[in-house]
């Protein structure tokens, strides 16, 4: 006998909600278990420029377009974990940071890191408790791959916005194909590792704004942080920073092969009008 539609609807939803408390479930456990979270908020150079270096990449390029004036603006962060990114924003000048999570765990570790962050405890694919237009920039840093419905998670990211949209995630590449973490678990919790491109980054943003208009930026950059701090730290501590970066510096003419996207949308309201372009 045939399944109704209702039913198989009802069936899926009922297993990506399963999913998601998963996370959440996992998250929770990680943090309690886990004692150090001090290198999310930690000044020694060589893990800040590791930790930092793709987000301070996205928020360059916003530079570069006037799109940034962090005094005068807000920022939210999405997926936001232990407040890390949250982190990085008040130290770049942004004077109101808020951070989300599924994790009440884990937001509870981001007051106890950096007491300014602002908090709220929310689904990143269904952010109903967000209304629209409520933040400048909206910023997310290896989160979405958590999600179920990833693309639904940046659609939600680019309602909540006024200005901006960075993304940070896995890319769509050869390297990732070929030797890249497909399926990640974390206690009960599996998530599949979705990997963008800057194509996907490009439907999904003008499908979801059609013609109010935004310029798409997709990014490509190398992002192997573990092999490379354990590399470094085999040079005495002061050379640890200039090895690391030159690391980097070393791959940056094959960029566009990289492991990572670093996609900016930047919202037709940011730009003089509306507008829909794509470059990069």
């Not at 990640?184 to 999904?204: D, I, P």
């Amino acid at each position: 006998m045939a399944l109704s539609i209702p039913l198989v609807w009802g069936v899926m939803m009922a297993g990506m909600q399963s999913s998601i408390e998963a996370q959440r479930l996992a998250m929770d456990a990680n943090v309690l278990d886990r004692g150090d979270w001090g290198f999310h908020a930690t000044h020694d150079p060589l893990t800040r420029f590791l930790r930092d270096r793709r987000l301070l990449f996205g928020l360059s390029k916003l530079r570069q377009r006037g799109v940034l004036d962090p005094a005068n603006q807000s920022a939210l962060v999405v997926c936001a974990g232990v407040g890390g990114e949250g982190i990085l924003l008040r130290r770049y000048g942004f004077q109101d940071v808020t951070i989300s999570d599924l994790s009440g765990e884990a937001l509870n570790m981001s007051r106890q890191l950096d007491p300014t962050l602002k908090t709220a405890q929310a689904n990143a694919e269904n952010m109903v408790e967000i209304p629209d237009a409520s933040y400048d920039l909206v910023v997310v840093q290896d989160g979405l791959h958590h999600l179920p419905r990833p693309v639904l998670g940046f659609t939600e990211m680019l309602r909540v916005a006024r200005r901006a949209v960075i993304v940070i995630e896995p890319a769509e590449s050869l390297v990732g194909t070929l030797i890249g973490t497909e399926w990640e678990e974390h206690g009960e919790a599996v998530n599949y590792v979705f990997r963008w491109s800057g194509s996907t980054l490009k439907q999904a943003t003008l499908s979801y704004l059609l013609r109010s208009g935004a310029t798409v930026l997709p990014y490509r950059l190398w992002d192997h942080n573990v092999a490379v701090s354990k590399m470094a730290k085999r040079f005495p501590k002061h050379w640890r920073l200039p090895v690391a970066k030159g690391i980097y510096r070393v791959l940056t003419p094959v960029n566009g092969l990289g492991n990572m996207m670093v996609g900016v949308v930047i919202l037709g309201n940011a730009i003089g009008g509306p507008r829909k372009n794509s470059d990069g």
